[in-house]
């Protein structure tokens, strides 16, 4: 069965920074493409970025330079480093793993 547990989610100022961290288990992990998607209040669930086995990463258009998509597959992690966080991106951050598997989510709140 598998498992995605993430961590890394709060409040932080605009500016700011954070990094998400996803934990996976009950899977061959190195060989699926990963993504990070998020959900604020009374939107659509909207892919943030992935990266693939072959570490190729692609990225929300209003993300892009600013977030960071990363994995580890000896530790079956993913991360996303979140930087100059805007107000905007508050919402609840997902895991996902092979556009099926998904966490539980991780509020990110961006706000001063």
């Known amino acids: 069965q598998v498992q995605l547990v993430e961590s890394g989610g709060g409040l932080v100022q605009p500016g700011g920074s954070l990094r998400l961290s996803c934990a996976a288990s009950g899977t061959i992990f190195s060989i699926y493409t990963m993504g990070w998607y998020r959900q604020a209040p009374g939107k659509a669930r909207e892919l943030v970025a992935s990266i693939t086995s072959g570490d190729t990463t692609k990225y929300l258009v209003s993300v892009k330079g600013r977030f960071t998509i990363s994995r580890d597959n000896a530790k079956r992690t993913v991360y996303l480093q979140m930087n100059s966080l805007k107000p905007e991106d508050t919402a609840v951050y997902y895991c996902?793993?092979?556009?099926?598997?998904w966490g539980q989510g991780t509020q990110v709140t961006v706000s001063s």
């Open positions: 996902n793993l092979n556009y099926e598997n």
